[in-house]
């Protein structure tokens, strides 16, 4: 008996330990899917593919769920007019192609491969879509919560998207903590907002730079909450001197200060596409003849002091070189020909303007041109979405004696490495169209990357 009875208590303990292990993997799978989702791994196997569709589609425990404040548009306090959200597209209805085009510019048709081929475009200058496409994209996100109590993270729906807003109708931190019921000193990191401009003073209402060093204990906990914008504190210089002031726009515009700011990408003009067109665009991509041009540069001379000087240096000596097409940006809406220039070019010139980011640098990678930045700054934009710009561009000092020529020097294999790469990156600059994301888009990578720094993931 005794014998049966240890026979038994093996076997029990054998099946214990063979669904441990099993677990076990489950559970290594599982990390495996959300590091693949959120783009901290390869999916190395149909099966980890297979699985973080699933995972994904159903909202799965161990994602990130993020609880959307249900705020209006405009409140009214004390008399006042308090503008929470200057246009969240909500005249138009769900999904429609109105409101498509008001988050992400309209459809227009581009010649590709020789096949007519669709992009969205406002305006080639026009990002203010950017807040609006965050907004209602986690509106209708799947992994949106109405739990507090469920919520990983937190959105603030609160934004300014005119620029240089009038601070007379931006709420201030004592009316806005008061709309956020679950903000407190514990969740502030997990609350995020953000603007859809570069973050410089003063594009943005002032409660947006709230300090952790203010007096007032309702802008000190604003300052520890998340925000994000198209750059941040260190994709910026910290300080320029007076010589430093722009030419052509007030003087008063300074570097970010916010506190806890990251910098995320623009909308390319592939977002808000279905995935049948994103990957059409692709595959046509992918059978275009050689490029012609060796390099391109599409730019206005504008920008603080050294910008527009190293603006005009590297136009002219683009303008010297047979294999180089420089042109000024005299219609911000001709995308066909922003976009025909990019497809024909190999390189193009990024150089920085008002500020060291450009809609440019993101539309070039959609185009597979291999961007070529001037300033160290430019390097450190969007560190979520791209983890080592060497290795999608050509990173530059500044504007040396000859760029073209040393651009001409750079060996095949490498060019064809950097678009190899460029490849595989162009899915990180396109935001989905709201209720219907794609793992590793921007808007997941942006979700991934505010999970890390608050250390949600660990």
């Not at 306090?77 to 209805?93: K, Y």
């Not at 430093?244 to 990251?262: F, S, V």
């Not at 995935?275 to 603080?304: D, M």
């Amino acid at each position: 008996m005794a014998f049966i009875l240890t026979n038994c208590l093996l076997v029990a303990m054998s099946f214990a330990a063979a669904e441990t292990a099993i677990v076990a993997t489950q559970d290594a799978i599982e990390a495996d899917v959300v590091a693949c989702i959120h783009g901290q791994q390869t999916c190395h196997n149909s099966l980890l593919q297979h699985k973080a569709g699933q995972v994904y589609k159903s909202s799965d425990r161990r994602e990130v769920a993020v609880y959307v404040y249900d705020l209006p548009d405009v409140i009214h306090r004390d008399g006042n007019v308090v503008r929470l959200r200057s246009n969240s597209c909500s005249e138009s209805p769900a999904g429609s192609e109105s409101e498509m085009a008001c988050l992400f510019g309209g459809v227009v048709d581009v010649k590709l491969a020789g096949r007519k081929l669709k992009v969205r475009m406002a305006k080639y200058n026009d990002w203010k879509g950017l807040a609006r496409i965050v907004f209602k994209s986690l509106e209708r996100h799947p992994r949106r919560t109405y739990r507090a109590d469920e919520a990983d993270l937190f959105f603030i729906p609160v934004y300014d998207d005119i620029g240089d807003p009038d601070e007379r109708y931006c709420p201030s931190a004592e009316v806005l903590v008061g709309l956020l019921s679950h903000l407190n000193k514990a969740t502030a990191p997990r609350h995020f907002w953000l603007t859809p401009f570069t973050g410089w003073v003063p594009e943005t209402c002032d409660v947006f730079n709230a300090q952790h060093t203010d007096a007032s204990p309702e802008r000190r906990l604003l300052a520890a909450t998340t925000k994000l914008a198209l750059e941040d504190t260190v994709s910026t210089p910290g300080y320029l001197e007076p010589e430093e002031n722009w030419r052509e726009i007030q003087p008063k515009r300074r570097p970010p200060i916010a506190q806890n700011l990251h910098s995320i990408p623009y909308p390319s003009t592939l977002s808000g596409l279905g995935i049948a067109s994103v990957q059409e665009w692709n595959h046509a991509l992918s059978t275009l003849p050689p490029r012609t041009l060796l390099a391109s540069a599409i730019y206005n001379i504008h920008g603080y002091t050294s910008a527009a000087t190293a603006r005009i240096e590297l136009g002219g000596q683009c303008g010297k070189h047979p294999r180089c097409a420089f042109s000024t940006l005299s219609n911000f809406d001709d995308v066909d020909f922003i976009l025909s220039r990019n497809l024909n070019s190999t390189f193009c010139l990024e150089p920085p303007g008002d500020s060291p980011s450009r809609k440019g640098i993101v539309d070039s990678i959609i185009a597979g041109c291999i961007p070529v930045l001037f300033s160290p700054l430019q390097s450190k934009l969007w560190p979520w979405h791209v983890d080592r710009w060497e290795d999608v561009a050509i990173v530059l000092s500044g504007v040396g004696a000859d760029v073209i020529s040393d651009l001409a020097a750079v060996s095949e294999a490498r060019v064809k490495q950097l678009q190899g790469n460029i490849a595989s990156f162009a899915q990180r600059f396109i935001y989905s169209i709201p209720g219907k994301p794609t793992p590793g888009d921007a808007l997941d990578r942006t979700l991934a990357g505010i999970w890390r720094s608050v250390g949600l993931d660990g």
